[in-house]
Protein backbone atom coordinates (compact mmCIF):
# COMPACT_ATOMS: atom_id res chain seq x y z
CA UNK A 1 0.00 0.00 0.00
CA UNK A 2 1.17 3.36 -0.93
CA UNK A 3 1.02 5.64 2.20
CA UNK A 4 2.20 9.50 2.38
CA UNK A 5 2.67 9.97 6.10
CA UNK A 6 2.41 13.41 8.13
CA UNK A 7 2.44 14.11 11.57
CA UNK A 8 -1.14 15.62 12.48
CA UNK A 9 -0.05 18.64 14.47
CA UNK A 10 -1.38 21.26 15.38
CA UNK A 11 1.60 23.35 14.86
CA UNK A 12 2.35 26.29 16.53
CA UNK A 13 4.55 29.20 16.03
CA UNK A 14 5.06 32.09 16.64
CA UNK A 15 4.18 34.97 13.73
CA UNK A 16 7.31 36.09 11.71
CA UNK A 17 8.77 32.30 12.77
CA UNK A 18 9.78 29.70 10.04
CA UNK A 19 7.67 26.91 10.14
CA UNK A 20 8.63 23.47 8.82
CA UNK A 21 6.37 20.99 7.60
CA UNK A 22 7.17 17.27 6.79
CA UNK A 23 6.58 14.75 5.32
CA UNK A 24 7.58 10.95 4.15
CA UNK A 25 6.48 8.45 1.29
CA UNK A 26 7.02 4.88 1.00
CA UNK A 27 6.62 4.38 -2.95
CA UNK A 28 10.13 5.07 -3.97
CA UNK A 29 9.09 5.33 -7.70
CA UNK A 30 6.94 8.24 -6.78
CA UNK A 31 7.85 11.19 -9.13
CA UNK A 32 6.41 14.47 -8.37
CA UNK A 33 5.23 15.88 -5.12
CA UNK A 34 3.08 18.66 -4.16
CA UNK A 35 2.00 20.93 -1.35
CA UNK A 36 -1.11 22.04 -0.83
CA UNK A 37 -3.16 23.95 1.78
CA UNK A 38 -6.23 23.57 2.61
CA UNK A 39 -8.68 25.83 5.03
CA UNK A 40 -11.43 24.63 7.19
CA UNK A 41 -13.95 23.57 4.95
CA UNK A 42 -12.47 24.27 1.89
CA UNK A 43 -10.85 22.63 -1.37
CA UNK A 44 -6.80 21.92 -1.35
CA UNK A 45 -4.58 24.90 -3.04
CA UNK A 46 -1.81 24.05 -4.32
CA UNK A 47 1.40 26.07 -3.11
CA UNK A 48 4.36 24.66 -5.15
CA UNK A 49 5.45 20.87 -6.23
CA UNK A 50 9.12 19.52 -6.65
CA UNK A 51 10.59 16.50 -8.80
CA UNK A 52 14.13 17.33 -8.42
CA UNK A 53 16.44 16.81 -5.09
CA UNK A 54 17.09 19.39 -3.55
CA UNK A 55 15.18 22.81 -2.80
CA UNK A 56 13.06 24.53 -4.52
CA UNK A 57 12.00 28.56 -3.42
CA UNK A 58 8.97 30.45 -4.37
CA UNK A 59 8.34 33.61 -2.22
CA UNK A 60 8.06 32.97 1.31
CA UNK A 61 7.94 29.07 0.76
CA UNK A 62 10.55 26.51 -0.14
CA UNK A 63 9.54 22.95 -0.80
CA UNK A 64 13.14 20.24 -0.22
CA UNK A 65 12.87 16.81 -1.00
CA UNK A 66 15.67 13.84 -0.72
CA UNK A 67 14.69 11.17 -2.26
CA UNK A 68 17.00 8.55 -0.75
CA UNK A 69 15.74 9.48 2.52
CA UNK A 70 11.91 9.58 0.96
CA UNK A 71 11.17 12.90 2.40
CA UNK A 72 9.63 16.15 1.32
CA UNK A 73 9.58 19.00 3.35
CA UNK A 74 7.60 22.57 3.13
CA UNK A 75 9.25 26.09 4.97
CA UNK A 76 7.24 28.91 5.35
CA UNK A 77 9.00 31.53 6.72
CA UNK A 78 7.78 34.99 8.14
CA UNK A 79 4.97 32.89 8.73
CA UNK A 80 1.47 35.04 9.18
CA UNK A 81 -1.82 34.21 10.91
CA UNK A 82 -3.17 34.03 7.07
CA UNK A 83 -1.04 30.90 6.91
CA UNK A 84 -2.99 28.76 9.82
CA UNK A 85 -4.33 25.93 8.02
CA UNK A 86 -4.03 22.35 6.91
CA UNK A 87 -0.53 21.64 4.76
CA UNK A 88 -1.73 18.43 2.57
CA UNK A 89 1.79 16.43 0.83
CA UNK A 90 0.74 14.75 -1.96
CA UNK A 91 2.67 12.12 -4.08
CA UNK A 92 2.49 11.37 -7.38
CA UNK A 93 3.02 7.38 -8.01
CA UNK A 94 1.68 6.58 -11.31
CA UNK A 95 3.84 8.54 -13.49
CA UNK A 96 1.50 7.04 -16.41
CA UNK A 97 0.65 8.88 -20.08
CA UNK A 98 -2.74 8.76 -19.43
CA UNK A 99 -3.07 9.18 -15.43
CA UNK A 100 -2.11 11.13 -12.52
CA UNK A 101 -3.13 9.56 -9.19
CA UNK A 102 -1.97 11.47 -6.05
CA UNK A 103 -1.93 9.98 -3.13
CA UNK A 104 -2.28 12.45 -0.17
CA UNK A 105 -1.25 12.76 3.16
CA UNK A 106 -3.84 13.48 6.59
CA UNK A 107 -2.27 16.90 6.56
CA UNK A 108 -0.16 18.86 9.12
CA UNK A 109 -2.46 21.63 10.97
CA UNK A 110 -0.03 24.90 11.16
CA UNK A 111 -1.44 27.46 13.97
CA UNK A 112 0.58 30.30 13.46
CA UNK A 113 0.44 32.74 16.82
CA UNK A 114 -0.19 36.52 16.54
CA UNK B 1 -6.69 33.24 -13.27
CA UNK B 2 -8.57 30.28 -14.81
CA UNK B 3 -10.52 28.13 -12.23
CA UNK B 4 -12.05 24.69 -11.91
CA UNK B 5 -15.72 25.49 -11.10
CA UNK B 6 -18.05 22.82 -8.99
CA UNK B 7 -21.94 23.02 -8.96
CA UNK B 8 -23.95 22.42 -6.41
CA UNK B 9 -21.53 23.65 -3.55
CA UNK B 10 -24.16 21.87 -1.47
CA UNK B 11 -26.01 19.06 -2.03
CA UNK B 12 -28.58 17.19 0.53
CA UNK B 13 -30.17 14.31 -0.86
CA UNK B 14 -31.90 11.36 0.58
CA UNK B 15 -30.29 7.74 0.60
CA UNK B 16 -31.17 5.70 -2.55
CA UNK B 17 -31.36 8.89 -4.45
CA UNK B 18 -29.34 9.63 -7.57
CA UNK B 19 -26.76 12.75 -7.55
CA UNK B 20 -25.17 14.34 -10.21
CA UNK B 21 -22.26 16.67 -9.12
CA UNK B 22 -21.21 18.77 -11.82
CA UNK B 23 -18.09 20.63 -12.95
CA UNK B 24 -16.30 22.91 -15.63
CA UNK B 25 -12.89 22.01 -15.55
CA UNK B 26 -9.90 25.11 -16.57
CA UNK B 27 -10.12 25.19 -20.34
CA UNK B 28 -7.08 24.19 -21.92
CA UNK B 29 -6.86 21.17 -19.71
CA UNK B 30 -6.96 17.78 -21.00
CA UNK B 31 -7.25 15.87 -17.81
CA UNK B 32 -9.79 15.48 -15.39
CA UNK B 33 -10.12 13.99 -11.77
CA UNK B 34 -12.68 13.57 -8.65
CA UNK B 35 -11.54 13.20 -5.50
CA UNK B 36 -13.57 13.28 -2.23
CA UNK B 37 -12.92 13.68 1.42
CA UNK B 38 -14.72 12.30 4.20
CA UNK B 39 -14.90 14.72 7.07
CA UNK B 40 -11.72 14.89 9.07
CA UNK B 41 -10.24 12.46 6.78
CA UNK B 42 -7.58 12.13 4.28
CA UNK B 43 -8.68 13.45 0.51
CA UNK B 44 -8.98 9.96 -1.92
CA UNK B 45 -8.52 9.47 -5.45
CA UNK B 46 -11.50 8.72 -7.02
CA UNK B 47 -11.28 8.33 -11.06
CA UNK B 48 -9.29 10.04 -13.70
CA UNK B 49 -10.62 11.03 -17.21
CA UNK B 50 -8.87 11.52 -20.33
CA UNK B 51 -9.73 11.60 -24.28
CA UNK B 52 -13.61 10.61 -23.18
CA UNK B 53 -12.95 7.72 -21.22
CA UNK B 54 -11.98 6.14 -17.80
CA UNK B 55 -7.50 6.30 -17.33
CA UNK B 56 -8.09 5.03 -14.12
CA UNK B 57 -10.39 4.30 -10.97
CA UNK B 58 -10.18 3.18 -7.25
CA UNK B 59 -11.83 0.80 -5.28
CA UNK B 60 -14.16 3.52 -3.92
CA UNK B 61 -15.60 3.77 -7.50
CA UNK B 62 -17.57 0.89 -7.72
CA UNK B 63 -20.84 0.08 -10.05
CA UNK B 64 -22.61 3.24 -8.20
CA UNK B 65 -20.58 5.56 -9.68
CA UNK B 66 -20.09 7.16 -13.51
CA UNK B 67 -18.38 9.87 -15.26
CA UNK B 68 -19.34 11.60 -18.01
CA UNK B 69 -18.46 14.48 -20.47
CA UNK B 70 -21.55 15.26 -21.79
CA UNK B 71 -19.97 18.62 -23.65
CA UNK B 72 -16.86 20.31 -24.26
CA UNK B 73 -17.24 21.89 -20.95
CA UNK B 74 -18.82 19.80 -18.43
CA UNK B 75 -17.52 16.86 -16.66
CA UNK B 76 -19.99 15.35 -14.07
CA UNK B 77 -19.99 12.34 -11.87
CA UNK B 78 -23.27 10.58 -10.98
CA UNK B 79 -23.97 8.81 -7.95
CA UNK B 80 -26.59 6.24 -8.79
CA UNK B 81 -27.80 5.03 -5.23
CA UNK B 82 -26.37 6.95 -2.63
CA UNK B 83 -25.72 5.61 0.38
CA UNK B 84 -25.15 7.04 3.89
CA UNK B 85 -21.38 6.52 3.41
CA UNK B 86 -21.24 8.61 0.18
CA UNK B 87 -21.46 12.09 2.41
CA UNK B 88 -18.41 13.70 1.85
CA UNK B 89 -16.27 17.02 -0.36
CA UNK B 90 -16.22 15.58 -3.58
CA UNK B 91 -13.58 17.08 -5.30
CA UNK B 92 -13.44 17.76 -9.48
CA UNK B 93 -9.77 18.89 -10.53
CA UNK B 94 -8.21 18.96 -13.61
CA UNK B 95 -4.25 19.44 -15.35
CA UNK B 96 -2.52 20.25 -18.21
CA UNK B 97 -0.87 17.18 -18.60
CA UNK B 98 0.23 14.04 -16.30
CA UNK B 99 4.53 15.31 -16.48
CA UNK B 100 6.29 15.78 -13.52
CA UNK B 101 5.80 19.84 -13.86
CA UNK B 102 1.64 19.81 -14.64
CA UNK B 103 0.01 19.80 -11.33
CA UNK B 104 -3.68 19.50 -10.19
CA UNK B 105 -5.83 22.08 -10.01
CA UNK B 106 -8.59 21.98 -7.23
CA UNK B 107 -12.08 23.00 -7.73
CA UNK B 108 -14.15 24.81 -4.86
CA UNK B 109 -16.00 21.30 -4.14
CA UNK B 110 -18.92 20.28 -3.63
CA UNK B 111 -20.58 18.57 -0.29
CA UNK B 112 -22.87 16.08 -0.48
CA UNK B 113 -25.20 15.34 2.85
CA UNK B 114 -26.84 12.06 2.51
CA UNK B 115 -29.83 11.55 4.95
Known amino acids: QKEVEQNSGPLSVPEGAIASLNCTYS??????FFWYRQYSGKSPELIMFIYSNGDKEDGRFTAQLNKASQYVSLLIRDSQPSDSATYLC??????????????FGSGTRLLVRP | EPEVTQTPSHQVTQMGQEVILRCVPISNHLYFYWYRQILGQKVEFLVS????????KSEIFDDQFSVERPDGSNFTLKIRSTKLEDSAMYFCASSEGVSYNSPLHFGNGTRLTVT
Open chain 1, 90 to 103: AVNTEGGDSSYKLI
Open chain 2, 49 to 56: FYNNEISE
Open chain 1, 27 to 32: DRGSQS
